[in-house]
């Protein structure tokens, strides 16, 4: 069955360093992969998305994620967090080979910046 | 990107009663919305997924008679929680497309705290 892991509940980073979240997943075909943002008292919003291609994807704010195969992972990164990346982070799969609408997820990551 | 709004953002209701929950596409016409639920700590869970003007198809495990949903127009779908328990209690959030394989957008989410 497909499925998502997050290792990292929470991440405390200085703002200024660079940040890497992690994402494992479990899919037997071509995984759609996605990462979302949600801050407090908001909705998800889509940072970044794979489908095919290109396994390095550039996302929003600055974000950027790997897509590797042969690790099953797609780690979101950002080289410089600003205290404005504070949120939590979701990575997805969609649940069926070109489904971007019915989405499995991770159990998200906490991230807080530091000044 | 488009906006999809969910009304009421919080909502406490008492043990037995009933809440709606209201997910709406604002600038664009959404034929499918998808409805999860978050428990705290816990990654978003899909409960069912509505296609407008037919019945809505539910996830394994999930009460059809508890939760009713609703896509009666292309801009709103429904979610009822009926006889509402404290386990009920938890973060509802919805997501609605245009349909085809097209990017979903999500609402703010409710916090649903059943006393």
């Known amino acids: 069955a497909q499925s998502v892991t997050q290792p990292d509940i929470h991440i405390t980073v200085s703002e200024g360093a660079s940040l890497e979240l992690r994402c494992n997943y479990s899919?037997?075909?071509?995984?759609?992969l996605f990462w979302y943002v949600q801050s407090p008292g908001q909705g998800l919003q889509l940072l970044l998305k794979y489908f095919s291609g290109d396994t390095l994807v550039q996302g929003i704010k600055g974000f950027e994620a790997e897509f590797k195969r042969s690790q099953s992972s797609f780690n979101l990164r950002k080289p410089s967090v600003h205290w404005s990346d504070a949120a939590e982070y979701f990575c997805a799969v969609g649940r069926r080979t070109g489904s971007q609408g019915n989405l499995i997820f991770g159990k998200g990551t906490k991230l807080s910046v530091k000044p | 990107g488009a906006v999809v709004s969910q009304h009421p953002s919080r909502v406490i209701c008492k043990s037995g009663t009933s809440v709606k929950i209201e997910c709406r596409s604002l600038d664009f016409q959404a034929t499918t919305m998808f409805w999860y639920r978050q428990f705290p700590k816990q990654s978003l869970m899909l409960m069912a997924t509505s296609n407008e003007g037919s019945k809505a198809t539910y996830e394994q495990g999930v009460e059809k008679d508890k939760f009713l949903i609703n896509h009666a127009s292309l801009t709103l779908s429904t979610l009822t929680v009926t006889s509402a328990h404290p386990e009920d209690s938890s973060f509802y959030i919805c997501s609605a497309r245009v349909g085809g394989n097209t990017e979903a957008f999500f609402g703010q989410g409710t916090r649903l705290t059943v006393v």
């Open positions: 899919y037997g075909a071509t995984p759609y």
